[in-house]
């Protein structure tokens, strides 16, 4: 547009009447095919929504010059061919820095364990920091920033995590933990996370936060792999949000409610933990069948040590509701509020509950 207006004015004391008449007509027809060729561009923008890669992660449909610039890598395509799939996953070695939405966390050596030679050059200057020649130890480091300044929580999703057994219920070994989110989502992350999280999920509240850290500790390097999914919702993403102080979120009518390192019964309860569990609202249902796969808690009826709340009934001990089910009867919202004690000296399993919610 511009270097045709340019050059009529250059031109317009060498030319006849007519031949700026024809002028003009020209750059009208190259106006008009400019306007046409940038609808074309209005046409195929797209949202940056979620994706499947070609290798079955989950993306972020990008041009491939922003998933470049935010760090990503492109697998696959998405919009018609006119975006990428966009896939961040990120172990601890170039820096451990993420701010891409849909993003994973990995050990390094990933998909094998900590311990292969892939992820021997992890080394201090890459935020690993390991003591010994043979690195016998590891504490690896992520930062997490929001992908946008509306980002009002995170969701992390454990596919895939396995490190040392807890000691009667310590995290002695190895331990999980996130620092810096909103004071309301520190009240309730445990401190302590360790054995086989696989399965599990947490919400993080970063409202009043730009970052959150990841920190994993490994007292000794072995078989210790994982995978974290993080997902990113802003405020305008109600149906995903989770209620506030719930640290885990199910969104569907039917699933199953675990400890973390259940393992079906052949794990162990972890100390100290203390949050509510919450399952989504829905207007067509009001009660609530549970039946027990797993549950092991210390204590007994009136004396619990460990204990778990549906409603007005409070469940501990190895015998859960009536033969292992139990109704659960409406009385507002689906808060499950849970709490283990300090001391696991009996090793108890603790619980694996599947619910399902009944019309009303």
């Known amino acids: ?79 018609s061919g006119f975006g990428v799939c966009c ?89 999980l933990m996130i620092t810096g989110a909103d004071p309301v989502s520190m009240k309730v992350i445990p401190t302590n996370l360790c054995g086989v999280l696989t399965g599990q999920h947490i919400y993080v509240s970063i409202k009043q936060v730009d970052s959150v850290k990841i920190m994993i500790n490994l007292a000794s390097m072995g078989s210790q792999k994982w995978q974290i999914q993080v997902r990113q919702f802003d405020s305008t993403q109600t149906e995903y949000l989770a209620p506030r102080g719930c640290l885990q979120y199910f969104r569907n009518d039917v699933g199953q409610l675990k400890s973390f390192n259940s393992q079906g019964g052949n794990g162990e309860l972890l100390n100290n933990h203390m949050y509510s569990m919450c399952i989504a ?21 009136g004396m619990c040590s460990d204990i778990i709340s549906f409603g007005f009934s409070q469940q501990c001990g190895s015998t859960f509701g009536t033969s292992g089910s139990l109704n659960w009867n409406y009385t507002g919202s689906y808060v499950i509020p849970f709490m283990s004690d300090a001391d696991n000296a009996n090793m108890v399993a603790g619980f694996e509950i599947g619910f399902v919610l009944l019309p009303c």
């Not at 008009?32 to 972020?60: H, P, W, Y």
């Not at 998909?111 to 050059?121: I, Y």
């Not at 609202?281 to 009826?301: I, K, M, P, Q, W």
């Open 1 to 79: 547009m511009h270097w045709v207006l340019l050059l009529l004015v250059a031109t317009k004391a060498l030319t006849s009447p007519v031949d700026e008449e024809k002028a003009v007509a020209k750059a009208g027809e190259a106006s008009e095919r400019d306007e046409k060729f940038l609808s074309v561009f209005q046409i195929v923008k797209f949202n940056n929504d979620a994706c499947n890669a070609v290798d079955g992660l989950e993306g972020t449909c990008y041009t491939d010059a922003e998933c470049k610039a935010k760090g990503g890598e492109a697998r696959g395509n998405c919009a």
């Open 87 to 175: 896939v961040a996953v990120v172990d601890p070695c170039g820096g451990g820095s993420l701010s891409l939405n849909n993003s994973y966390i990995v050990n390094p050596g990933y998909p094998n364990t900590v311990s292969d030679p892939s992820a021997a050059n992890c080394n201090s200057n890459g935020r690993s920091l390991r003591t010994g020649r043979q690195a016998t130890s590891a504490m690896y480091e992520w930062t997490i920033a929001k992908a946008a300044s509306d980002i009002v929580q995170l969701r992390m999703d454990f596919i895939y995590f396995e490190t040392s057994a807890p000691a009667m219920g310590d995290c002695t070994n190895d331990t």
């Open 281 to 301: 609202e829905n207007d067509a249902y009001c009660d609530v069948a549970l039946v027990a796969d797993t549950f092991d808690l210390s204590g007994s009826s």
